[in-house]
């Protein structure tokens, strides 16, 4: 998947490991990926307009909140905070004492932390057997702090807590609320997929926004909350129940494995009603290598492939339904970003499994539901059959507010599912490596079916984003394509996976052409043999080879252009293919391409400047009979263990530290507290606030930076 590389995720692995022990390793990279500038300060009113003022609010007296205030150490702040905020807690809402326990479910984990805030906000009362500390429940959470000087939002500080929290809560969510306590103040956060939004520091004993805040998020809509209506689980009552024995089996899914129903908003096309008819996908013939377009110009966007505005109802849109359980794949360890995340899914209507893509695309970008259905208009071969697809109406984020001290606008993010007729296999699962090579061969057709013929430039090739379907490759995730013909502009930041990105972008912020995405595909070539095809090294060579792909902070490039400059024409040696003599040759030509496309070679042939030269290659090598008949599957190779210098007794000692660190000898030590422990009633008396004049209130408008 792809990865945002102006983000401060992509870290040398040698940098990581540069403490003396494993736990503090993990606390290294654990700030290391802490999403710095990810933060959005705004006006508190602003922030409590987000949810909808009701009437009725009590009187707030300040004497409890006075006392919560004068509590040290900071742990005997909790339970009178908890009790002051009763009076405005609604329904079936309640709050909960967590801070002396850890959510169990190891699924809730921030690399080895698990979840414990210090209180909770849970909308109904916890399920038997669930326990008082359980993040997949709770709506929100508090956060306590004594001394000032640790308010992450005054000190630049990381904010590991709110990271950790919203990790783990933000799983279907579409925003989650929080509330941080500094001693006599408070922050309310709202985290959302391009960040969090941050209010002005401010005084909860002078001022009624916290318990305004309580008051309207424990009587809000469940939308509102943040709770994600179209993708709920499916209960004994719901109209899918019916179709929940068949989806487990489809699905194999156990008895206790939650189910989940997810709606698809699809907007049908106006000017071709049969474009998403269900038809065979197009698959590579050699005899008729290159397809051309009979739609006319190529480049000319149709008015339903452009991208329009969503916050308004759909028109002639279809809801289709889906049965889905665990995502197999999940790309990311922070609550921010794409969140990207795969389903197989139990379609309904046509009873049978189809692929259900999750996730949050930036607005600038053309959808790539969108980009699907320009694909299959232009006949694009080994693209898959697109089903249905749209934006979930009215879940978008990053538009809200601009930063009232920088100004800064976050890039908008809109929740969008696509739904295509294959699951496929991951590529790293090839049969052989003659179907590895055929399935690139395959992956190159459709890359240039799409440029040429439909003028999209893929931009993002890598490993997870082939896949092998009956023995065939396929190109998917076109969410980062560039329609060519498109004026709409693009976010002014680096995007891609940086393990195989080609040389020249990893240098400079050149504009991305069809000879980077080829690049690109001959390192996913290599990257994969590496890892899964028979070769000579050892684990520690593999783990040397690897680093080749990794981040170099001062010097990105460096890894694979040593590797290009000299290895040129022995690539296959550089890659410890022996066998089959086939694939050594051909890897050597790879590797000399790109040498030749850095300039680091000359060549008249070995061009990347088009696809001729490299699909000419790759299907003169796959005509070899004898390779097709080699049975050389996919191998999970042993990869060296990465180790670090550690100082022993005036001693320089060799140490194995993997990384991350496994949660469950941690979830072992946990203790867990089940429902029972309520608030205690006893009324409080004391003076009320004055909200007559609350704006003029010193602390209102106080930033605390």
């Known amino acids: 998947m792809a990865q945002n590389l102006a983000h401060p995720l992509h870290l040398n692995l040698k940098q990581l490991l540069s403490r003396s022990t494993r736990r503090s390793a993990m606390v290294s990279l654990r700030r290391a990926l802490t999403p710095r500038g990810k933060y959005t300060f705004m006006r508190t009113q602003e922030f409590l307009n987000m949810l909808p003022a009701v009437d009725g609010r009590p009187a707030i007296k300040k004497a409890p909140f006075q006392k919560v205030a004068e509590q040290t150490p900071e742990v005997k702040m909790y339970d009178p905070m908890y009790k002051a905020l009763k009076p405005f807690v609604g329904g079936t809402w309640h709050m909960k004492n967590t801070s002396k326990y850890r959510d169990a479910d190891l699924r809730s984990t921030y690399f080895d932390q698990l979840v414990s805030p210090d209180g909770a906000l849970y909308p109904q009362p916890l399920p038997d057997g669930i326990p008082i500390c359980s993040a997949r429940h709770m709506a929100s959470y508090f956060e306590f702090k004594t001394d000032p000087?640790?308010?992450?939002?005054?000190?630049?500080?990381?904010?590991?807590?709110?990271?950790?929290?919203?990790?783990?809560?933000?799983?279907?969510?579409?925003?989650?609320?929080?509330?941080?306590?500094?001693?006599?103040?408070?922050?309310?956060?709202?985290?959302?997929?391009?960040?969090?939004?941050?209010?002005?520091?401010?005084?909860?004993?002078?001022?009624?926004?916290?318990?305004?805040?309580?008051?309207?998020?424990?009587?809000?809509?469940?939308?509102d909350v943040g709770y994600d209506e179209t993708f709920m689980p499916i209960l004994e009552n719901d109209d899918l129940a019916v179709h929940v024995p068949e989806a487990r089996e489809y699905l194999h899914a156990s008895r206790d494995d939650t189910l989940f129903r997810v709606a698809v908003d699809t907007v049908k096309s106006t000017s071709d009603p049969s474009d998403m008819n269900i038809s065979a996908p197009f698959v590579y013939d050699p005899k008729a290598d290159r397809v051309d377009s009979d739609d006319g110009d190529a480049g000319a966007l149709d008015a339903d492939e452009l991208d329009t505005d969503t916050s308004e109802p759909p028109q002639q849109a279809e809801r289709t339904w889906y049965i889905v359980c665990k995502p197999f794949t999940f790309a990311h360890h922070l609550p921010v970003g794409r969140g990207t995340q795969c389903f197989m899914a139990y379609d309904v209507q046509r009873k049978c499994v189809v692929l259900l893509k999750d996730q949050w695309r930036v607005a600038l970008y053309t959808a790539e539901g969108k980009v699907y259905v320009r694909l299959r208009r232009r006949k694009a071969r080994h693209i898959l059959r697109i089903i249905a697809h749209g934006d979930v109406l009215g879940q978008r984020c990053g538009h809200e507010v601009p930063d009232v001290i920088s100004g800064a606008i976050r890039r908008e993010l809109v929740h969008t599912r696509v739904v295509l007729d294959a699951v496929g296999k991951a590529l790293h699962h090839f049969a052989s490596t003659w179907e590895l090579v055929g399935a690139m061969r395959d992956v190159l057709v459709a890359h240039r079916d799409a440029f040429q013929n439909a003028q999209v430039l893929h931009s993002d090739m890598s490993e997870g984003n082939w896949i092998i379907v009956n023995g065939r490759g396929y190109l998917i995730d076109w969410e980062l394509s560039k329609l060519l013909a498109s004026t709409q502009p693009r976010v002014a930041e680096r995007t891609g996976t940086w393990q195989f990105m080609p040389i020249r972008l990893l240098n400079d912020s050149s504009v991305h052409e069809v000879r980077d995405d080829l690049e690109a595909a001959i390192w996913v070539l290599f990257w994969?043999?590496?890892?899964?095809?028979?070769?000579?090294?050892?684990?520690?060579?593999?783990?040397?080879?690897?680093?080749?792909?990794?981040?170099?902070?001062?010097?990105?490039s460096f890894g694979k252009r040593d590797f290009a400059t000299f290895t040129a024409g022995k690539t296959a040696a550089a890659l410890g293919v022996k066998e089959p003599p086939q694939l050594v040759e051909l890897t050597n030509k790879l590797g000399f391409a790109i040498a030749v496309n850095n300039d680091y070679e000359t060549s008249s042939e070995h061009s990347l400047e088009t696809h001729d030269w490299i699909l000419t290659t790759l299907n003169s090598a796959l005509e070899d009979s004898d390779w097709k008949q080699l049975n050389d599957s996919a191998r999970e190779n042993d990869i060296g263990k990465p180790v670090v210098e550690v100082e022993d007794s005036g001693s320089r000692k060799r140490k194995v530290m993997e990384l991350p660190m496994d949660a469950r000898e941690e979830h072992k030590k946990q203790r867990l507290c089940y429902e029972g422990d309520d608030l205690d009633e006893e009324e409080e008396e004391g003076e009320e606030i004055d909200e007559s004049n609350v704006l003029e209130h010193p602390d209102y408008g106080e930033l605390g930076l």
């Open 149 to 223: 000087t640790h308010d992450p939002f005054s000190t630049h500080r990381s904010g590991q807590d709110s990271i950790e929290n919203d990790t783990a809560i933000s799983e279907y969510r579409t925003r989650i609320f929080a509330i941080f306590i500094i001693k006599d103040k408070c922050r309310l956060l709202c985290h959302t997929r391009t960040g969090t939004l941050v209010t002005q520091k401010f005084s909860y004993i002078n001022t009624p926004f916290l318990q305004e805040f309580i008051w309207r998020l424990t009587r809000a809509t469940p939308s």
């Open 528 to 556: 994969t043999l590496i890892k899964y095809a028979a070769n000579k090294f050892t684990p520690s060579d593999r783990l040397k080879r690897l680093e080749m792909f990794e981040y170099h902070p001062n010097n990105p």
